[in-house]
């Protein structure tokens, strides 16, 4: 059983808002990276985090910022929603970069209406 | 920029079938390629993984994948599936270390009938 987890599990907002979402990595994982998944398909990066520093980012704009902590958790947030914003957010730990095998938590389901 | 196909959507067999699920990546550099699972009610988890070396890989359940850089192809495969076996299967890509960009599949729903 995976010790990443994700909270909130789901999440309704309205086109405008702003939204936090949070991850708490697995113990003895330095390194954090966030997906949104669409329904229907795979994963896309967003962006990574180690060692409370951005180190990468998937083909997202700006309005989607994140933050990691000294205990490794960390944080993704979106400004301005957007209705095609509406997914699955997945984060996932690894001791390393994306080569380490990622623990994937269960996601936040975002809604925006 | 980096694409990973998986053509086939939904496969569907009965139990004992052999399966081999399809994952074509559009790259001309060194890659790094997996295989990610979720099984249903479960998280995403690493089922194999390619880096270098022996071009067929062996991970957990049964399950191996053969990388074959002239096809630009690593397709998983099992001898025999059953039942628990039944789960949505991502391909994945990475390219050479540095790069932190893992690029999945769509996936492909796999229905073992009992």
């Known amino acids: 059983e995976t010790g990443v987890t994700q909270s909130p599990t789901h999440l309704i907002k309205t086109r405008g808002q702003q939204v936090t979402l949070r991850c708490s990595s697995q113990?003895?994982?330095?390194?954090v990276s966030w997906y949104q998944q669409a329904l229907g398909q795979g994963p896309q990066f967003i962006f990574q985090?180690?060692?409370?520093?951005?180190?990468g980012r998937g083909n997202f704009p700006p309005r989607f910022s994140g933050l990691q902590f000294p205990n490794y958790s960390s944080e993704l947030n979106v400004n301005a929603l957007e209705l095609d914003d509406s997914a699955l957010y997945l984060c996932?730990?690894?001791?390393?970069?994306?080569?380490?095998?990622?623990?994937f938590g269960p996601g936040t389901r975002l809604t925006v209406t | 920029a980096q694409s990973v196909s998986q053509h086939n959507h939904h496969v569907i067999l009965s139990e004992a079938a052999s399966l081999e699920l399809g994952c074509n990546y559009s790259?001309?550099?060194?890659?790094?390629l997996f295989w990610y699972v979720q099984y249903p009610g479960q998280h995403l988890q690493l089922l194999l993984k390619?880096?270098?070396?022996?071009?067929l890989v062996k991970g957990i359940k049964g399950f191996e994948a053969e990388f074959i850089k002239s096809k630009f192809s690593f397709n998983l495969r099992k001898p025999s599936v059953q039942w628990s076996d039944t789960a949505e299967y991502f391909c994945?890509?990475?390219?050479?270390?540095?790069?932190?960009?893992?690029?999945f599949g769509t996936g492909t729903r796999l229905t073992i009938i009992p």
């Open positions: 996932a730990s690894s001791q390393g970069g994306a080569a380490y095998e990622q623990y």
């Open positions: 113990s003895g994982h330095n390194t």
């Open positions: 985090y180690y060692r409370e520093e951005e180190n």
């Open positions: 790259y001309g550099g060194t890659v790094n």
């Open positions: 390619y880096f270098s070396g022996d071009p």
């Open positions: 994945a890509v990475l390219l050479d270390f540095g790069n932190e960009k893992l690029t």
